[in-house]
C-alpha cells in the first residue's frame, strides 16, 4: 500500500469537559476519497480545523505528504497543498469569478509581494485560474461577480479556488451543503473526477453522495472514530447503524 | 444619470489643474491656495483610503501620520531657520529646507511608526481598532503640545516655504504645480497597487480573511504592508499641508483632522480611486463658501454626510456611476 498523503496521528482537543476530538488517527491515501461521517456535533468541524490549523489541538500531530506540518500556519498548509473548501461559503463576494480564483493563484505562486503588475492581465496567474474555472464548469461566469452567482455555483466555486491552488490533498467541509438534487449530483460527478488529482478528505451529510463518492468511510461519534471501513462494511455494521445512520437504510 | 467612472475621473484632474490655471488669468491667488488646500487633503485622504477603502481597516487615528509629515518639514525647517542644530545623540545636522529631502524624512518616519501601530494595533478589528488607532493619535497629540522645543501648543512657524530645486515655491501656482503633480504620481502609483496581485489579495482580505489564510496568504501581512504605505502617503501630505501654511501646530494630530480624512472618503466614495479627490473638493468648497456664510458650516456638511450614509454607500462618486455600494 502507498503512503498516506494526508494523515492526523492521535488528535485530542478539549473544550472544558468536552472531548471535541478524542485520539483521531486518520489517513488519506492518493486517488481515494475518504469520508467522514458523523452526526450533528460529533466533532467534524473540528477535526477539520485541526487538519487546517486554524485550530490547534491539545496534542496529536498532523503529517502531510510525511512531513509534520502540526506547528505549520494555515497559510503554510495552504501552500504545502491542502485544499480546503468551506461548509458555507467564504468568497469575496463583491469580487469576480476569475479574481477569487486568481487569489489562489496568488498564493500558491507568492505573488502577493507583486505591487506593480496588474494581475488580471498576467497570463501566469490567469490562466491557471481560468483552467481550474473551466474545469468546475464556471468559465463562462469568470466576469459575474460571486454575489450574483447562485448557491450551487458559489459551492463549485469553493472547489475551483482550492483547485487553483495544485493541492496535493483536498479537504472538504460539506461541499454538498444546500445544495438541491440537481447541484448536488453535478457537483458528486465533479469530485469524482478530482480524486484522481488529489485525494479527498470528504466531510459530508448526504448519504447519497457520501456512498457513490467514498472509498472508504470513517464514522466519527462523540469526537472518537468508532469505524473505519470500506463504504460497503460501514453500511452493514451494526454499530454504526445504532450509532448514525437510524433506521432509514 | 451613470456616467463612466473613468471619465468623471478624467474630468476631476483637468478640473483641478484648470480652475488655478484660470485663477493665475484672472490674478485670484486665494484660489489658488484653495485647490493646493483641496489637492493636499486629498492627498492625505487617499493614503487613509489604502488601508480604509481597500483594506477596510477604519483607522480613526492617521492625524498621526498627517502630524508626524508635518512635524518632520517643521524641525526640519525651523533648525535650518534658526542655524540651529539638529542633535540625535548620535549625530547632528543642521536641518534643510529642501522639500525632496523633507518629503523623504517625512515619509521614512511615518512608515516606521505605521509599522509600529500596525503592529500593534492589527491584532484587533472592528471597534477596537477604530479605539487603538484613535488612541494612537492622541498619544502624539499630547506629545506634540507637551514638545516645548518646537512651540508646544503654540506651533511652529516656518518664514519661508521650502525650495524646490529649479522653482520658486513662493508663487502660488508653482506650489500647486508641485502638490498636484505629488498628487498625480500617487494616485498612479494606488491604481497599480489596487490592481496588482498584492492589491487583490489586500481586497480580498477584507471580505474574508480566512479565505485568504485557505489560499496560502497572511492577511496580518497584507493588512501591514497596506498600513505602512497608507502612513507613508499621508506623511507626505502631512510635509506639504505644513509647507502651505508654513506652520505647523499639534492640531494636525488632532482626532478632529482624523475624522476629516474619514469623512472626506465617504464623501467621495469608499475604496474608490478618486473618492478621496472628490471628497476633499466638496470638503473645501463647503469650507470655504458655507464657511463665509456661518461659523456653524459643519451643520450643512453633517447633513450632507448623513444623506450620503442613508442614501449613497458608494459616496458622490458611487452616485454618480449609478453604482450605489460602496467599493463596488
Redesign the interface.
Known amino acids: 500500500m502507498s503512503d498516506p498523503i494526508l494523515a492526523t496521528q492521535n488528535l485530542v482537543k478539549n473544550f472544558g469537559a468536552l472531548k471535541a476530538t478524542d485520539d483521531v488517527s486518520i489517513d488519506l491515501l492518493p486517488g481515494e476519497i475518504h469520508a467522514v461521517i458523523g452526526p450533528n456535533g460529533a466533532g467534524k468541524s473540528t477535526l477539520i480545523q485541526q487538519i487546517?490549523g486554524?485550530l490547534k489541538p491539545d496534542s496529536g500531530r498532523v503529517f502531510l505528504d510525511g512531513t509534520d506540518v502540526s506547528k505549520q500556519?494555515?497559510?503554510?498548509r495552504?501552500?504545502a497543498g491542502l485544499g480546503?473548501t468551506?461548509q458555507i461559503s467564504?468568497?469575496?463576494?463583491?469580487?469576480t469569478v476569475l479574481?477569487?480564483a486568481?487569489?489562489?493563484v496568488?498564493?500558491?505562486q507568492h505573488?502577493?509581494?507583486?505591487?506593480?503588475?496588474?494581475?488580471?492581465r498576467?497570463p501566469e496567474?490567469t490562466d491557471r485560474a481560468m483552467a481550474a474555472l473551466e474545469r468546475v464548469g464556471l468559465a463562462e461566469h469568470s466576469q459575474t461577480?460571486c454575489a450574483n452567482l447562485s448557491h450551487g455555483e458559489r459551492r463549485q466555486l469553493e472547489v475551483g479556488?482550492a483547485l487553483?491552488?495544485s493541492p496535493r490533498a483536498f479537504i472538504m467541509d460539506e461541499p454538498m451543503a444546500g445544495l438541491g438534487a440537481g447541484g448536488s449530483k453535478r457537483l458528486t460527478g465533479l469530485l469524482d473526477g478530482l480524486r484522481q488529482e488529489a485525494p479527498i478528505l470528504l466531510v459530508e451529510h448526504d448519504m447519497d453522495a457520501v456512498f457513490a463518492l467514498a472509498d472508504r468511510i470513517s464514522v466519527l461519534v462523540y469526537g472518537k472514530i468508532i469505524a473505519t471501513g470500506a463504504s460497503q462494511e460501514i453500511r452493514s455494521s451494526s454499530a454504526v447503524r445504532e450509532a448514525y445512520l437510524g433506521e432509514e437504510i | 444619470m451613470k456616467l463612466d467612472e473613468r471619465v468623471i475621473n478624467g474630468l476631476m484632474i483637468v478640473g483641478l489643474l484648470a480652475l488655478p490655471l484660470w485663477a493665475v488669468v484672472v490674478d485670484e491667488p486665494f484660489t489658488i491656495t484653495l485647490v493646493t488646500r483641496a489637492v493636499i487633503l486629498a492627498l492625505a485622504a487617499v493614503g487613509l483610503n489604502i488601508i480604509l477603502g481597500f483594506g477596510g481597516m477604519v483607522s480613526f487615528g492617521h492625524a498621526a501620520f498627517f502630524g508626524i509629515g508635518g512635524y518632520a518639514m517643521g524641525i526640519l525647517a525651523y533648525h535650518a531657520q534658526t542655524y540651529t542644530a539638529l542633535d540625535l545623540g548620535f549625530a547632528s545636522f543642521g536641518g534643510t529646507k529642501t522639500m525632496p529631502l523633507i518629503w523623504l524624512t517625512a515619509m521614512v518616519f511615518s512608515a516606521l511608526v505605521a509599522l509600529l501601530i500596525g503592529l500593534l494595533s492589527l491584532r484587533t478589528s472592528g471597534v477596537y481598532f477604530i479605539m487603538i488607532t484613535l488612541a494612537f493619535g492622541q498619544m502624539f497629540f499630547y506629545f506634540a503640545i507637551s514638545w516645548s522645543q518646537y512651540g508646544g501648543e503654540d506651533g511652529l512657524s516656518i518664514y519661508i516655504r521650502n525650495d524646490f530645486p529649479g522653482l520658486n515655491t513662493l508663487v502660488p501656482i508653482q506650489f500647486f504645480a508641485i502638490c498636484f503633480t505629488v498628487l498625480c504620481v500617487v494616485l498612479f502609483l494606488v491604481a497599480?497597487?489596487r490592481?496588482?496581485?498584492?492589491?487583490?489579495?489586500l481586497?480580498?482580505a477584507r471580505?474574508?480573511t480566512?479565505?485568504?489564510?485557505?489560499?496560502?496568504?497572511?492577511p496580518m501581512r497584507?493588512k501591514l504592508v497596506a498600513f505602512v504605505l497608507s502612513g507613508a502617503v499621508t506623511g507626505l501630505a502631512g510635509a506639504l499641508f505644513a509647507d502651505l501654511n508654513r506652520f505647523v501646530s499639534p492640531s494636525m494630530f488632532s482626532w478632529q483632522m482624523s475624522g476629516e480624512l474619514i469623512v472626506l472618503i465617504i464623501i467621495g466614495g469608499v475604496g474608490r480611486l478618486m473618492g478621496p479627490v472628490v471628497g476633499a473638493c466638496v470638503f473645501v468648497a463647503l469650507e470655504h463658501f458655507l464657511g463665509g456664510l456661518t461659523d456653524f458650516w459643519h451643520i450643512y456638511l453633517g447633513v450632507i454626510l448623513l444623506c450620503i450614509v442613508l442614501f449613497a454607500r458608494g459616496g458622490l462618486l458611487g452616485l454618480l456611476t449609478g453604482k450605489e455600494?460602496a467599493?463596488?
Open positions: 487546517c486554524s500556519s494555515t497559510q503554510a495552504a501552500r480546503r468551506f467564504a468568497l469575496a463576494m463583491e469580487d479574481e477569487n486568481v487569489l489562489g496568488i498564493g500558491a505573488a502577493a509581494r507583486q505591487f506593480w503588475s496588474n494581475a488580471l498576467t496567474l461577480r479556488m487553483t491552488l | 497599480r497597487l490592481a496588482s496581485p498584492f492589491g487583490l489579495a481586497n480580498a471580505q474574508s480566512i479565505r485568504v489564510e485557505t489560499m496560502g496568504m497572511d497584507l455600494g467599493h463596488v
